[in-house]
């Protein structure tokens, strides 16, 4: 398993990048993993609506959700969060939040 | 007081019909009334589909009457559905009337949204840009290739979810077979553009998937995300403004939930599917509604093989709920596709909820191959159509297979 430190603290993360175990992320460890993807910083408000969406999404469904459903309930449109996230919603946002890797649908 | 239990079933498709027989069968008529409701009376073989474009089959073929499909004592009503009443017990339909149940059962399946992705239903729609996944588009894309000998054809998947994950491929794979045939492929370019980050989600799969695409010289776009499809420029483009040309382009439109399913308060997700337990296949709306298939939002794949497996957990469970049992059988997401790989050929793969597609042999040590090409999957697929009519409709089980994936004959993936 890989490790690295965020705000001071190590995690652990997989060859991706994303977290293994959610509850090992902090608020303050956001804009480090943006910077580090290529979402532009600093992280805004609606950033936020976002992130704090994947977060209670994945603690109670066991996934992220796909662009898709974060552009239908996510209270940002599908246009917006590209924008916010330019290299695709679900996966950057994951990355941010601390999530685990969406499982996508199959 | 009487002890009739009203069952109520929405759709008759591959799900609602199954469902249907297998409970007729277990069931007398004064013990069980079974309502089913369909807004049409066509029952499409949907992965006949995927070979009309290529005059494989023809759509006479894979069509036959939904209402002959259902054994005696089942009471099938042709009308759409306005909505169901979580509360009331009770479901609205088109014609005026309603129908009350004790239990529900939900089998609507999925239903294509082109109209959700900007453009694609606009200009040049059924003359530059298709989809295979409706009867209309199949049978369209059939005549323009037809007359079709050089330039880029693109197949886009626009999202997941989507009906059988791996029809888009297999449709790139039967493509590169058909232009070879005509002694075009030189000159027909094509193009497999997906959201995914991969051929396919699974990695193993993916990876073999991959091979063969680039084995058949079809390019792979990766992680595209199509926000605007321009039938007249003859674009897809992406949402961060990329853009891909094409000549023609086979869409994978986006997926959701029948349109009732909106117009119930409590019933669906944003997406229209229904929320539903992995394992029981009882809802998480009402403890009296059952979901079979495609209508479900279960982390498995939209296909007939899921539907099928999951058909006699549900009866089971529907039984115990009936008897005022806790529905305690459990279904493991079992999938199992055979991949048209073009000359005849196909790969099998076969996984669940928690084990990936991986090499071996299905359904044992003896069996037909897992994630390699061969001909024996080639006929298993061809076979399997007379099966669906003659077996799976009606009820019955193949000898050796039961609901679950087999481990055995299988060879793990080390995990890293």
């Known amino acids: 398993m890989l490790t690295k430190t965020l705000a001071g603290t190590t995690v652990e993360v997989n060859d991706e990048g994303f977290f293994v175990d959610a509850d090992q992320w902090t608020e303050d460890m956001a804009p480090e993993l943006a910077e580090e993807i290529g979402v532009p910083t600093p992280l805004t408000d609606q950033h936020w609506v976002v992130l704090k969406y994947m977060r209670s999404e994945y603690f109670e469904k066991g996934t992220g959700p796909t662009v898709r459903k974060l552009g239908k309930a996510s209270g940002v449109t599908t246009k917006e969060l590209f924008k916010l996230f330019p290299k695709g919603p679900a996966k950057q946002a994951a990355l941010c939040a601390g999530i685990p890797k969406p499982r996508g649908c199959i | ?145 037809d007359d079709f000998e050089s330039g880029h054809l693109v197949i886009n998947v626009i999202d997941m979810p989507i009906k059988c994950p791996v029809a888009p491929l297999e449709f790139a794979f039967l493509a590169d077979w058909y232009f070879t045939d005509k002694g075009v492929r030189d000159d027909v370019k094509i193009t497999y553009v997906t959201p995914l980050d991969g051929a396919f989600t699974k990695p193993t799969a993916s990876a073999t998937l991959s091979s063969l695409l680039e084995e058949k010289n079809i390019d792979l776009v990766t992680e595209f995300n199509t926000g605007e499809v321009d039938g007249e420029a003859c674009k897809l483009i992406g949402y961060d403004g990329t853009e891909i040309d094409f000549d023609i382009a086979v869409v994978i439109p986006l997926h959701g939930g029948a349109e009732y399913v909106n117009n119930s308060p409590d019933l669906g997700d944003e997406l229209g599917f229904i929320p539903t337990d992995n394992a029981t296949l009882q809802s998480k709306v009402r403890p009296n509604i059952f979901v079979l298939g495609d209508a479900a939002d279960l982390p498995a ?15 089971e469970n529907m039984e115990r709920f009936l008897d005022g049992r806790e529905p305690d059988v459990e279904f493991d997401g079992h999938a199992n596709c055979f991949i048209e790989t073009g000359f005849s050929k196909a790969l099998l793969i076969d996984f669940n909820y928690e084990n990936e597609p991986v090499t071996g042999h299905y359904p044992g040590l003896i069996g037909l191959p897992l994630l390699k090409e061969s001909r024996a999957n080639h006929l298993g697929k061809l076979m399997f159509q007379s099966f669906y009519w003659h077996g799976l409709l009606p009820g019955r089980d193949i000898p050796g297979i039961g609901p679950n994936m087999p481990k055995s004959g299988k060879k793990q993936p080390v995990s890293s």
């Open chain 2, 301 to 315: 794949s939209k296909a007939g093989s899921v539907t099928h497996f999951e058909g006699e957990v549900l009866v």
């Open chain 2, 1 to 145: 007081m009487s002890d009739l239990k009203k069952l109520v079933i929405l759709g008759a498709g591959t799900g609602g019909t199954l469902a249907a027989n297998r409970l007729r069968k277990k069931y007398k008529r004064d013990k069980l009334q079974i309502d089913i409701v369909d807004q049409n009376n066509q029952h499409v073989y949907q992965p006949g589909l995927l070979f009309i474009p290529f005059g494989l089959t023809d759509p006479d073929d894979i069509v036959r009457k939904r209402d002959r499909q259902l054994h005696k004592g089942i009471n099938y009503h042709q009308t759409a559905i306005s909505s169901v009443d979580v509360d009331a017990n009770s479901v609205s339909l088109e014609d005026g009337s309603s129908l009350q149940y004790d239990v529900l059962l939900i089998a609507t399946g999925a239903v294509l949204q082109p109209e959700e992705t900007e453009g694609l239903t606009g200009p040049g729609w059924m003359e530059t840009v298709f989809t295979f996944y409706d009867m209309e588009g199949s049978t369209a894309l059939a005549e323009k290739f």
